[in-house]
Every structure is written in structure tokens, then in C-alpha cells.
């Protein structure tokens, strides 16, 4: 978001929990903060539509909402019991609420425009992970390989930013074997900032012109 913002973009950005926190991040760089529950029949629908009303337009959109896993402790690749529990909400959460807003986004992009979504080294690659996590997230790469093909006459390209383990956010339910395993077969010998995947995503939601259907996977060479 301050990202988009540093490079002149208004801004519309939705939250569930944490009021409090949008609220001062709206105050201090000037954005829209709306309030939003994915879970909500048609919530979704109307926060993008809301988005363009009171920017007067999208020239794009950017989905990083998700969650880590269907419980907490999380369910890692060591825990297959009880499959079902959690697994609707979290793909409800992290795969159908991207669909919704692309199709009602792309919708109201009428001169053209990016899209991205967040996805998730875990979709792309065989690591230690939740296993729903990982599935939802690889539904995301697929969902914008298809949808690039049904997207580019109108001018708008789609794309998915799948990061590595961050020092912040989702990945604090990543347990410690994880996050040692992680450090010791990547390329950097660290964990990722919010800030290097916000730069390549701003850019690929302001300034690209010609990449499309395609995953960027941002781990620090795993
Ligand atoms: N951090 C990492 O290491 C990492 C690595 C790979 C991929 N990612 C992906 O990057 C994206 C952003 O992650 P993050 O680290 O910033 O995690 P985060 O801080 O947990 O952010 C998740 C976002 O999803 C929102 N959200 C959750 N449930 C929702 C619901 N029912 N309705 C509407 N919004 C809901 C949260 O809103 P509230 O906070 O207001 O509740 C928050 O804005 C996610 O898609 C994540 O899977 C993160």
C-alpha cells in the first residue's frame, strides 16, 4: 500500500481485523480504508465496487488477503488428520475471494489494467508446508494463467508475486525446523521483506505492459 503511494497511485485497500491499524494507515498516507469479511455473501462484490466509486475508476487491483492455514497450531506436512476441518473457509478466504474481485474488477477496468494477486512459494515449488495453504495458493497461478488468456483483448494483464518466508505477516505460524530448513537451502540466507515484494508488485500493478499469466516467485533463490 505505501508502496502504491510512493509512486503516486490512489488508494483503496480493505481490512477484516485489524480496524484500528487501517484506520491510522489511511489517516497517514491518504488512502480509503474499507472494511471487509470475504466469508460475507456479496461483500466482496461491493468492496471493489466501492473502491472504484470513490476513486472514480480502477486501473488495477491487487488481492494479498489470505490465510496461512486451516488452524491454529497450523497444519503442517507432518499433520494429515482431520482434513476437512477449516479447509472450506480457507480456500473461501484465499482462492474465491481472488476470483470474485477479478471478475468484478476486470469488470470496471474499462481502459485496461493490471491485476495481481499473492501468492505463495508453497504453490510453486515442493517445500515444508501447509498443504491446503499450498493448494490454495497454486489455484492462484492457475486461476491467472487462465484468466490472462480470457483478459489480454481487453488490455489487462494478470499476475501472481508468490514470496518466500517473510521477516513479517503470514509467516509467523511457520514453525522453527521450517524456518532453519528455509535460511539453510536459500540463495540469500535470509528471510524476504514486505518491502521487496511490495516494490516488484507495485511495479507490476503501475508500470507493466506486457507481462502476463505469469508467477514470480520472490524467495531468495530456494
Ligand atoms: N508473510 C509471508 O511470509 C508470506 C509468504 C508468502 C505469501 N504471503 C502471502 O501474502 C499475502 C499477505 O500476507 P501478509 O504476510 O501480509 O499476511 P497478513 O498480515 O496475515 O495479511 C493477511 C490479510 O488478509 C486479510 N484477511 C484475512 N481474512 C480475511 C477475511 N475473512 N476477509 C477479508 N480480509 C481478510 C487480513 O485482514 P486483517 O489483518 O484486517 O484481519 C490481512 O489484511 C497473503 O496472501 C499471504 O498468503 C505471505
Redesign the pocket.
Known amino acids: 500500500m505505501r508502496e502504491l503511494r510512493a509512486r503516486g497511485a490512489t488508494v483503496a485497500f ?6 484500528a ?2 484506520e491510522a494507515l489511511a489517516a497517514e498516507t491518504d488512502a480509503r480504508a474499507i472494511a ?4 460475507e455473501a456479496g461483500a466482496t462484490v461491493a468492496a471493489v465496487e466501492r473502491a472504484a466509486a470513490e476513486l472514480s475508476g480502477l486501473d488495477a487491483l491487487v488481492h ?5 492455514s486451516t488452524r491454529v497450531p497450523a497444519l503442517f506436512d507432518d499433520d494429515l488428520a482431520d482434513a476437512e476441518s477449516g479447509l472450506d473457509r480457507l480456500l473461501a ?2 482462492v474465491r ?1 481472488a476470483y470474485v474481485a477479478v471478475t468484478r474488477a476486470q469488470s470496471l477496468m474499462t481502459n485496461g489494467g493490471n491485476i495481481v494477486l ?5 504453490g510453486e515449488k515442493s517445500v515444508p508446508s501447509a498443504p491446503p ?1 499450498a493448494m490454495s ?1 497454486a489455484a492462484l497461478s492457475g486461476m491467472a494463467r487462465a484468466l490472462a488468456k480470457v483478459l489480454g483483448p481487453k488490455k489487462i494483464r494478470i499476475n501472481v508475486v ?10 509467523s505460524v ?1 514453525p522453527e525446523r521450517i524456518r532453519v530448513e528455509y535460511l539453510k537451502h536459500s540463495n540469500a540466507k535470509r ?2 521483506t ?1 518491502v521487496e ?1 511490495a516494490r516488484t508488485v507495485a511495479h507490476l500493478a503501475m508500470e507493466n505492459t506486457y507481462v502476463t499469466g505469469k508467477t514470480m516467485v520472490l524467495d531468495g533463490g530456494l
Open positions: 480493505s481490512y477484516n481485523s485489524a480496524k491499524k487501517a471487509l469479511d470475504v466469508l494479498a488477503i489470505g490465510v496461512a478466504i484465499n475471494s499473492l501468492g505463495s512459494v508453497d495453504y495458493k508468490a514470496p518466500g518466508i517473510l521477516e513479517a505477516g503470514a509467516s511457520v528471510f524476504g514486505s515484494i
